[in-house]
Protein backbone atom coordinates (compact mmCIF):
# COMPACT_ATOMS: atom_id res chain seq x y z
CA UNK A 1 0.00 0.00 0.00
CA UNK A 2 1.91 2.92 -1.33
CA UNK A 3 1.20 6.74 -2.44
CA UNK A 4 -0.69 4.77 -5.73
CA UNK A 5 -3.50 3.42 -3.31
CA UNK A 6 -3.46 6.71 -1.29
CA UNK A 7 -3.62 8.85 -4.52
CA UNK A 8 -6.69 6.24 -5.49
CA UNK A 9 -8.49 6.38 -2.31
CA UNK A 10 -8.28 10.27 -2.37
CA UNK A 11 -9.56 10.27 -5.54
CA UNK A 12 -12.74 7.77 -4.82
CA UNK A 13 -13.37 10.63 -2.12
CA UNK A 14 -12.65 13.50 -4.56
CA UNK A 15 -15.42 11.95 -6.79
CA UNK A 16 -18.12 11.00 -4.24
CA UNK A 17 -17.54 14.65 -2.98
CA UNK A 18 -18.28 15.97 -6.82
CA UNK A 19 -21.44 13.73 -7.23
CA UNK A 20 -22.80 15.23 -4.27
CA UNK A 21 -21.80 18.66 -4.71
CA UNK A 22 -22.93 18.65 -8.32
CA UNK A 23 -26.30 17.23 -6.67
CA UNK A 24 -26.06 14.73 -9.76
CA UNK A 25 -28.95 12.04 -9.26
CA UNK A 26 -29.79 8.13 -9.53
CA UNK A 27 -29.52 7.58 -13.39
CA UNK A 28 -26.87 10.42 -13.88
CA UNK A 29 -24.42 10.01 -16.60
CA UNK A 30 -20.81 11.19 -15.06
CA UNK A 31 -18.68 12.98 -17.44
CA UNK A 32 -16.06 11.12 -19.27
CA UNK A 33 -12.70 9.49 -17.89
CA UNK A 34 -10.74 12.71 -19.80
CA UNK A 35 -12.74 15.08 -18.34
CA UNK A 36 -12.83 13.88 -14.92
CA UNK A 37 -9.09 13.88 -15.30
CA UNK A 38 -9.05 17.14 -16.23
CA UNK A 39 -11.47 17.99 -13.57
CA UNK A 40 -9.47 16.40 -10.21
CA UNK A 41 -5.90 17.17 -11.61
CA UNK A 42 -5.26 13.05 -11.78
CA UNK A 43 -4.50 10.63 -14.18
CA UNK A 44 -6.85 8.84 -16.12
CA UNK A 45 -5.76 5.56 -15.09
CA UNK A 46 -6.10 7.08 -11.57
CA UNK A 47 -9.86 8.23 -12.37
CA UNK A 48 -10.06 4.50 -14.01
CA UNK A 49 -9.50 2.87 -10.50
CA UNK A 50 -11.70 5.68 -8.14
CA UNK A 51 -14.67 4.54 -10.81
CA UNK A 52 -14.27 1.19 -9.71
CA UNK A 53 -13.88 1.38 -6.77
CA UNK A 54 -17.63 3.28 -6.50
CA UNK A 55 -18.73 0.57 -9.01
CA UNK A 56 -17.46 -1.66 -5.68
CA UNK A 57 -19.57 -0.01 -3.86
CA UNK A 58 -23.14 -0.17 -6.04
CA UNK A 59 -22.39 3.75 -6.53
CA UNK A 60 -21.76 3.90 -9.53
CA UNK A 61 -22.34 1.53 -12.83
CA UNK A 62 -20.41 1.42 -15.95
CA UNK A 63 -22.54 0.41 -19.09
CA UNK A 64 -20.36 -0.70 -21.87
CA UNK A 65 -20.40 1.96 -24.67
CA UNK A 66 -22.28 4.67 -22.92
CA UNK A 67 -20.37 5.91 -19.93
CA UNK A 68 -20.44 6.08 -16.41
CA UNK A 69 -23.38 6.31 -14.02
CA UNK A 70 -25.03 6.94 -10.75
CA UNK A 71 -26.61 3.47 -9.73
CA UNK A 72 -30.73 4.21 -10.02
CA UNK A 73 -31.75 2.44 -6.65
CA UNK A 74 -30.62 2.03 -3.07
CA UNK A 75 -27.57 4.01 -3.75
CA UNK A 76 -24.61 2.85 -2.34
CA UNK A 77 -25.84 -0.03 -0.67
CA UNK A 78 -23.50 -2.91 -0.61
CA UNK A 79 -24.97 -6.63 -0.28
CA UNK A 80 -22.82 -7.56 2.84
CA UNK A 81 -21.13 -4.38 3.70
CA UNK A 82 -20.01 -5.22 7.73
CA UNK A 83 -18.74 -8.91 5.91
CA UNK A 84 -21.00 -11.21 8.10
CA UNK A 85 -19.93 -13.75 5.86
CA UNK A 86 -16.57 -13.73 7.54
CA UNK A 87 -18.63 -14.84 10.94
CA UNK A 88 -18.36 -18.27 11.31
CA UNK A 89 -20.76 -18.72 14.69
CA UNK A 90 -24.42 -18.50 12.38
CA UNK A 91 -26.39 -19.63 15.51
CA UNK A 92 -24.96 -16.91 17.47
CA UNK A 93 -25.15 -14.26 14.50
CA UNK A 94 -28.83 -14.94 14.25
CA UNK A 95 -29.34 -14.38 17.35
CA UNK A 96 -27.18 -11.03 17.74
CA UNK A 97 -28.80 -10.15 14.32
CA UNK A 98 -32.48 -10.13 15.99
CA UNK A 99 -30.95 -8.28 19.18
CA UNK A 100 -29.97 -5.51 17.01
CA UNK A 101 -33.84 -5.64 15.59
CA UNK A 102 -35.10 -5.77 18.76
CA UNK A 103 -32.99 -3.00 20.07
CA UNK A 104 -33.97 -0.63 16.50
CA UNK A 105 -37.69 -2.00 15.30
CA UNK A 106 -39.55 -1.43 18.23
CA UNK A 107 -38.86 2.45 19.06
CA UNK A 108 -39.19 2.77 15.30
CA UNK A 109 -42.55 1.18 15.16
CA UNK A 110 -43.29 3.59 18.16
CA UNK A 111 -42.59 6.47 16.12
CA UNK A 112 -44.23 5.07 12.65
CA UNK A 113 -47.39 5.19 14.55
CA UNK A 114 -47.29 8.18 16.03
CA UNK A 115 -46.42 9.92 12.52
CA UNK A 116 -47.88 8.06 9.53
CA UNK A 117 -49.31 9.61 6.72
CA UNK A 118 -53.14 8.11 5.49
CA UNK A 119 -50.61 7.09 2.65
CA UNK A 120 -47.89 5.83 4.69
CA UNK A 121 -50.98 3.28 6.09
CA UNK A 122 -52.04 2.57 3.06
CA UNK A 123 -48.52 1.34 1.80
CA UNK A 124 -48.07 -0.49 4.55
CA UNK A 125 -51.61 -2.37 4.98
CA UNK A 126 -50.48 -3.30 0.84
CA UNK A 127 -47.17 -4.79 1.79
CA UNK A 128 -48.69 -6.73 4.66
CA UNK A 129 -51.48 -8.20 2.54
CA UNK A 130 -48.51 -9.11 -0.07
CA UNK A 131 -46.25 -10.47 2.51
CA UNK A 132 -49.37 -12.94 3.70
CA UNK A 133 -50.24 -13.85 0.29
CA UNK A 134 -47.17 -15.17 -0.55
CA UNK A 135 -46.90 -17.15 2.85
CA UNK A 136 -50.12 -18.23 2.07
CA UNK A 137 -49.01 -19.50 -1.39
CA UNK A 138 -45.79 -21.14 0.26
CA UNK A 139 -43.82 -18.91 -1.91
CA UNK A 140 -40.13 -17.26 -0.49
CA UNK A 141 -41.67 -13.98 1.62
CA UNK A 142 -38.68 -12.35 3.17
CA UNK A 143 -38.39 -9.84 0.00
CA UNK A 144 -41.91 -8.65 0.85
CA UNK A 145 -41.39 -8.83 4.39
CA UNK A 146 -38.27 -6.81 4.24
CA UNK A 147 -39.82 -4.49 2.24
CA UNK A 148 -42.77 -3.90 5.09
CA UNK A 149 -40.36 -3.23 7.50
CA UNK A 150 -37.99 -1.12 5.89
CA UNK A 151 -41.63 0.82 4.93
CA UNK A 152 -42.46 1.32 8.57
CA UNK A 153 -38.77 1.78 9.30
CA UNK A 154 -38.78 4.89 6.36
CA UNK A 155 -42.16 5.87 7.69
CA UNK A 156 -40.70 6.76 10.81
CA UNK A 157 -38.51 9.61 9.14
CA UNK A 158 -35.25 8.68 10.71
CA UNK A 159 -32.83 8.55 7.71
CA UNK A 160 -30.54 5.74 8.74
CA UNK A 161 -32.82 3.24 9.91
CA UNK A 162 -34.09 2.11 6.88
CA UNK A 163 -30.97 1.57 4.87
CA UNK A 164 -29.58 -0.22 7.91
CA UNK A 165 -32.59 -2.74 8.73
CA UNK A 166 -32.67 -4.61 5.16
CA UNK A 167 -29.03 -5.13 5.74
CA UNK A 168 -29.97 -6.60 8.44
CA UNK A 169 -32.91 -8.88 7.44
CA UNK A 170 -30.62 -9.89 4.44
CA UNK A 171 -28.02 -11.14 6.68
CA UNK A 172 -30.37 -13.20 8.45
CA UNK A 173 -32.35 -14.98 5.16
CA UNK A 174 -28.89 -15.83 4.54
CA UNK A 175 -28.64 -17.91 7.60
CA UNK A 176 -31.92 -19.19 7.26
CA UNK A 177 -31.71 -20.52 3.56
CA UNK A 178 -29.08 -23.03 5.29
CA UNK A 179 -32.20 -24.84 7.31
CA UNK A 180 -35.10 -25.91 5.68
CA UNK A 181 -37.05 -25.95 9.08
CA UNK A 182 -35.99 -22.16 9.82
CA UNK A 183 -37.90 -21.91 6.86
CA UNK A 184 -41.38 -22.62 8.21
CA UNK A 185 -40.16 -20.16 11.16
CA UNK A 186 -43.33 -19.22 12.67
CA UNK A 187 -45.35 -18.42 9.23
CA UNK A 188 -48.87 -18.01 10.81
CA UNK A 189 -47.48 -16.08 14.21
CA UNK A 190 -45.74 -13.56 11.51
CA UNK A 191 -48.97 -13.00 9.66
CA UNK A 192 -50.87 -12.82 13.27
CA UNK A 193 -48.12 -10.53 14.52
CA UNK A 194 -47.72 -8.58 11.47
CA UNK A 195 -51.47 -7.41 11.45
CA UNK A 196 -50.95 -6.68 15.28
CA UNK A 197 -48.14 -4.11 14.51
CA UNK A 198 -50.03 -2.69 11.30
CA UNK A 199 -53.38 -2.00 13.19
CA UNK A 200 -51.56 -0.22 16.03
CA UNK A 201 -49.97 2.11 13.19
CA UNK A 202 -53.25 2.93 11.79
CA UNK A 203 -54.71 3.31 14.90
CA UNK A 204 -51.96 5.59 15.72
CA UNK A 205 -51.13 3.67 18.61
CA UNK A 206 -47.37 4.27 19.86
CA UNK A 207 -47.26 2.13 22.50
CA UNK A 208 -49.13 -0.92 20.48
CA UNK A 209 -47.02 -0.70 17.59
CA UNK A 210 -44.37 -1.12 19.78
CA UNK A 211 -45.58 -3.82 21.99
CA UNK A 212 -46.93 -5.57 18.89
CA UNK A 213 -42.85 -5.13 17.54
CA UNK A 214 -41.67 -7.05 20.38
CA UNK A 215 -43.70 -9.80 20.19
CA UNK A 216 -43.14 -10.36 16.55
CA UNK A 217 -39.39 -9.90 17.13
CA UNK A 218 -39.48 -12.14 20.39
CA UNK A 219 -41.25 -14.65 19.09
CA UNK A 220 -39.26 -15.11 16.11
CA UNK A 221 -36.11 -15.91 18.70
CA UNK A 222 -37.42 -17.97 20.75
CA UNK A 223 -38.60 -20.52 18.00
CA UNK A 224 -34.72 -20.40 16.81
CA UNK A 225 -34.23 -20.67 20.23
CA UNK A 226 -36.31 -23.91 20.70
CA UNK A 227 -35.38 -25.23 17.61
CA UNK A 228 -31.41 -24.79 18.52
CA UNK A 229 -31.74 -26.61 21.72
CA UNK A 230 -33.63 -29.61 20.12
CA UNK A 231 -31.10 -29.47 16.66
CA UNK A 232 -27.62 -28.68 18.67
CA UNK A 233 -26.48 -26.85 15.16
CA UNK A 234 -27.81 -25.16 12.10
CA UNK A 235 -28.37 -28.92 10.10
CA UNK B 1 -25.86 -4.49 -16.76
CA UNK B 2 -25.89 -7.43 -19.20
CA UNK B 3 -24.06 -10.82 -18.72
CA UNK B 4 -20.50 -9.50 -17.94
CA UNK B 5 -21.76 -7.58 -14.75
CA UNK B 6 -23.77 -10.36 -13.91
CA UNK B 7 -20.65 -12.94 -14.54
CA UNK B 8 -18.35 -10.48 -11.99
CA UNK B 9 -21.04 -10.20 -9.25
CA UNK B 10 -21.16 -14.47 -9.76
CA UNK B 11 -17.37 -14.67 -9.67
CA UNK B 12 -17.19 -11.93 -6.42
CA UNK B 13 -19.30 -14.14 -4.39
CA UNK B 14 -17.81 -17.20 -5.41
CA UNK B 15 -14.28 -15.66 -4.67
CA UNK B 16 -16.12 -14.61 -1.05
CA UNK B 17 -17.10 -18.13 -0.42
CA UNK B 18 -13.66 -19.46 -1.19
CA UNK B 19 -11.57 -17.03 1.28
CA UNK B 20 -14.27 -18.17 4.15
CA UNK B 21 -14.46 -22.11 3.24
CA UNK B 22 -10.56 -21.67 3.07
CA UNK B 23 -10.15 -20.06 6.27
CA UNK B 24 -8.24 -17.84 5.09
CA UNK B 25 -6.71 -15.42 7.28
CA UNK B 26 -6.35 -11.68 7.84
CA UNK B 27 -2.93 -10.95 5.89
CA UNK B 28 -3.20 -14.06 4.27
CA UNK B 29 -1.91 -13.70 -0.02
CA UNK B 30 -4.87 -14.85 -2.20
CA UNK B 31 -3.58 -17.68 -5.62
CA UNK B 32 -2.22 -15.76 -8.24
CA UNK B 33 -4.79 -14.97 -10.96
CA UNK B 34 -4.56 -17.59 -13.29
CA UNK B 35 -4.30 -19.99 -10.41
CA UNK B 36 -8.06 -18.43 -9.27
CA UNK B 37 -9.32 -18.15 -12.98
CA UNK B 38 -8.71 -22.34 -13.34
CA UNK B 39 -10.04 -23.16 -9.86
CA UNK B 40 -13.31 -20.73 -10.27
CA UNK B 41 -13.35 -21.14 -14.38
CA UNK B 42 -13.49 -18.46 -15.35
CA UNK B 43 -11.86 -15.38 -17.36
CA UNK B 44 -8.54 -13.78 -15.73
CA UNK B 45 -10.16 -10.74 -16.71
CA UNK B 46 -13.38 -12.12 -14.88
CA UNK B 47 -11.03 -12.84 -11.81
CA UNK B 48 -9.58 -8.96 -11.83
CA UNK B 49 -12.87 -7.36 -12.18
CA UNK B 50 -13.86 -9.52 -9.09
CA UNK B 51 -10.54 -8.73 -7.18
CA UNK B 52 -11.11 -5.24 -7.69
CA UNK B 53 -14.63 -5.94 -6.23
CA UNK B 54 -13.47 -7.10 -3.27
CA UNK B 55 -10.33 -4.22 -3.13
CA UNK B 56 -13.48 -1.46 -3.45
CA UNK B 57 -15.21 -3.14 -0.04
CA UNK B 58 -12.02 -2.92 1.69
CA UNK B 59 -11.68 -6.90 2.16
CA UNK B 60 -8.98 -7.65 -0.45
CA UNK B 61 -5.38 -5.45 -1.11
CA UNK B 62 -3.15 -5.43 -3.80
CA UNK B 63 0.11 -4.79 -2.81
CA UNK B 64 2.21 -4.24 -6.53
CA UNK B 65 5.00 -6.79 -6.95
CA UNK B 66 3.93 -9.02 -3.83
CA UNK B 67 0.15 -9.86 -5.25
CA UNK B 68 -3.61 -10.08 -3.46
CA UNK B 69 -3.88 -10.39 0.00
CA UNK B 70 -6.64 -10.18 2.26
CA UNK B 71 -6.64 -6.72 4.42
CA UNK B 72 -5.44 -7.04 8.27
CA UNK B 73 -7.66 -5.40 10.58
CA UNK B 74 -11.59 -4.83 10.21
CA UNK B 75 -12.34 -7.29 7.31
CA UNK B 76 -14.71 -5.72 5.25
CA UNK B 77 -15.56 -2.36 6.32
CA UNK B 78 -15.66 0.59 4.31
CA UNK B 79 -15.65 4.26 5.42
CA UNK B 80 -19.43 4.90 4.20
CA UNK B 81 -21.05 1.77 3.51
CA UNK B 82 -24.65 3.00 4.10
CA UNK B 83 -24.31 6.34 1.42
CA UNK B 84 -24.52 8.31 4.49
CA UNK B 85 -23.00 11.08 2.41
CA UNK B 86 -25.56 11.45 -0.05
CA UNK B 87 -28.04 12.22 2.65
CA UNK B 88 -28.17 16.52 2.16
CA UNK B 89 -30.07 17.14 5.65
CA UNK B 90 -26.89 16.71 7.88
CA UNK B 91 -28.76 18.42 10.79
CA UNK B 92 -31.58 15.60 11.02
CA UNK B 93 -28.91 12.84 10.30
CA UNK B 94 -27.13 13.78 13.34
CA UNK B 95 -30.24 13.33 15.23
CA UNK B 96 -31.08 10.50 13.33
CA UNK B 97 -27.26 8.74 14.09
CA UNK B 98 -27.95 9.38 17.27
CA UNK B 99 -31.22 7.54 17.39
CA UNK B 100 -29.73 4.58 16.60
CA UNK B 101 -26.77 4.39 19.02
CA UNK B 102 -29.90 5.59 21.70
CA UNK B 103 -31.35 2.05 20.73
CA UNK B 104 -28.69 0.17 20.83
CA UNK B 105 -26.03 1.12 23.13
CA UNK B 106 -27.51 1.35 26.61
CA UNK B 107 -28.93 -2.30 25.79
CA UNK B 108 -25.40 -3.12 24.79
CA UNK B 109 -23.57 -1.24 27.83
CA UNK B 110 -25.95 -3.58 30.35
CA UNK B 111 -25.02 -6.88 28.79
CA UNK B 112 -21.15 -5.75 28.94
CA UNK B 113 -21.27 -5.15 32.91
CA UNK B 114 -23.17 -8.67 33.03
CA UNK B 115 -20.27 -10.36 31.32
CA UNK B 116 -16.98 -8.12 31.35
CA UNK B 117 -14.14 -9.93 32.24
CA UNK B 118 -11.19 -8.65 34.21
CA UNK B 119 -9.27 -7.95 30.62
CA UNK B 120 -12.07 -6.34 29.38
CA UNK B 121 -12.68 -4.09 32.25
CA UNK B 122 -8.46 -3.26 32.11
CA UNK B 123 -8.80 -2.32 28.19
CA UNK B 124 -12.16 -0.18 29.23
CA UNK B 125 -10.57 1.86 31.56
CA UNK B 126 -7.52 2.44 29.44
CA UNK B 127 -9.34 3.28 25.95
CA UNK B 128 -11.54 5.85 28.86
CA UNK B 129 -8.52 7.22 30.23
CA UNK B 130 -7.03 8.01 27.03
CA UNK B 131 -9.73 9.66 25.80
CA UNK B 132 -9.90 12.19 28.73
CA UNK B 133 -6.47 12.50 28.27
CA UNK B 134 -6.40 13.57 24.73
CA UNK B 135 -9.84 16.25 25.21
CA UNK B 136 -7.77 17.57 28.44
CA UNK B 137 -4.99 18.07 25.93
CA UNK B 138 -7.07 19.65 23.23
CA UNK B 139 -6.82 16.92 20.80
CA UNK B 140 -9.14 14.84 18.25
CA UNK B 141 -10.99 12.63 20.80
CA UNK B 142 -13.24 11.07 18.48
CA UNK B 143 -10.83 8.10 17.35
CA UNK B 144 -10.20 6.73 21.28
CA UNK B 145 -14.19 7.53 21.71
CA UNK B 146 -15.32 5.21 18.92
CA UNK B 147 -12.74 2.73 20.11
CA UNK B 148 -14.10 3.26 23.58
CA UNK B 149 -17.64 2.52 22.59
CA UNK B 150 -16.74 -0.47 19.84
CA UNK B 151 -14.85 -2.13 23.07
CA UNK B 152 -18.09 -2.12 25.16
CA UNK B 153 -20.14 -3.37 22.46
CA UNK B 154 -16.98 -6.26 21.61
CA UNK B 155 -17.23 -7.14 25.28
CA UNK B 156 -21.43 -7.63 25.54
CA UNK B 157 -20.35 -10.61 22.86
CA UNK B 158 -22.96 -9.22 20.19
CA UNK B 159 -20.87 -10.16 16.93
CA UNK B 160 -23.12 -7.29 14.73
CA UNK B 161 -22.87 -4.29 16.99
CA UNK B 162 -19.05 -3.98 16.99
CA UNK B 163 -18.96 -3.57 13.35
CA UNK B 164 -22.35 -1.50 13.57
CA UNK B 165 -21.22 1.56 16.23
CA UNK B 166 -18.32 2.65 14.21
CA UNK B 167 -19.50 2.81 11.32
CA UNK B 168 -22.21 5.38 12.73
CA UNK B 169 -19.43 7.25 15.27
CA UNK B 170 -17.46 7.88 11.74
CA UNK B 171 -20.72 9.21 10.11
CA UNK B 172 -21.48 11.30 13.30
CA UNK B 173 -17.96 12.64 12.89
CA UNK B 174 -17.74 13.47 9.71
CA UNK B 175 -21.15 15.75 10.32
CA UNK B 176 -19.36 17.40 13.43
CA UNK B 177 -16.38 17.86 11.85
CA UNK B 178 -18.19 20.90 9.73
CA UNK B 179 -18.82 22.78 12.64
CA UNK B 180 -16.39 24.00 15.01
CA UNK B 181 -18.80 24.73 18.15
CA UNK B 182 -19.81 20.84 17.55
CA UNK B 183 -16.59 19.78 18.20
CA UNK B 184 -16.54 21.44 21.46
CA UNK B 185 -19.85 19.44 21.95
CA UNK B 186 -19.95 18.73 25.59
CA UNK B 187 -16.24 17.50 26.64
CA UNK B 188 -16.32 17.82 30.33
CA UNK B 189 -19.88 15.84 30.32
CA UNK B 190 -18.16 13.68 28.18
CA UNK B 191 -15.76 12.36 30.89
CA UNK B 192 -18.52 12.57 33.69
CA UNK B 193 -20.77 10.33 31.57
CA UNK B 194 -18.09 7.63 30.04
CA UNK B 195 -16.47 7.65 34.22
CA UNK B 196 -20.07 6.68 34.80
CA UNK B 197 -20.30 4.41 32.15
CA UNK B 198 -17.44 2.61 33.12
CA UNK B 199 -17.97 2.55 36.98
CA UNK B 200 -21.03 0.53 36.25
CA UNK B 201 -19.31 -1.69 34.37
CA UNK B 202 -16.51 -2.63 36.69
CA UNK B 203 -19.39 -2.76 39.48
CA UNK B 204 -21.26 -5.99 36.86
CA UNK B 205 -24.32 -3.64 37.37
CA UNK B 206 -26.26 -3.68 34.36
CA UNK B 207 -28.58 -0.70 35.27
CA UNK B 208 -26.45 1.83 35.82
CA UNK B 209 -24.46 0.83 32.75
CA UNK B 210 -28.05 1.45 30.68
CA UNK B 211 -28.49 4.87 32.32
CA UNK B 212 -25.44 6.18 32.32
CA UNK B 213 -25.60 5.46 28.31
CA UNK B 214 -28.51 6.47 28.27
CA UNK B 215 -27.67 9.91 29.95
CA UNK B 216 -24.48 9.78 27.97
CA UNK B 217 -26.29 10.08 24.56
CA UNK B 218 -29.45 12.09 25.69
CA UNK B 219 -26.90 14.59 26.83
CA UNK B 220 -25.31 14.91 24.03
CA UNK B 221 -28.16 15.50 21.46
CA UNK B 222 -29.43 17.73 23.74
CA UNK B 223 -26.54 20.31 23.53
CA UNK B 224 -26.76 19.65 19.39
CA UNK B 225 -30.87 20.81 19.87
CA UNK B 226 -30.56 23.59 21.92
CA UNK B 227 -27.31 24.45 19.42
CA UNK B 228 -29.28 24.18 16.51
CA UNK B 229 -32.20 25.80 18.11
CA UNK B 230 -29.92 28.57 18.30
CA UNK B 231 -28.46 29.33 15.18
CA UNK B 232 -30.77 27.52 13.15
CA UNK B 233 -28.10 25.20 10.70
CA UNK B 234 -24.71 23.89 10.91
CA UNK B 235 -22.86 26.78 9.72
Redesign the interface.
Known amino acids: ??T??HLINQTTDRL?RY??DNNLQAGSKLPTELELSLLLQVGRSTIREAV??????N?L?V??GSGTFLVREQ????E????????K?KK??IF??L??RM??EP??AAIAATVASDDDITVIKKLAEETENTINNNGDYTQKDTELHAKIAQTSG????P??LPI?QR?QRTIIVLSRPLQEVNKQETIKFHRLIVEAIEKHDPVGAADAMVLHIAYARNFIRCYFNEIGEIP
Chains 1, 2 share one sequence.
Open positions: MGASMIIKALVGRIERQIGIIDPFGLAFINKLDLEVAIRINLVIILIA
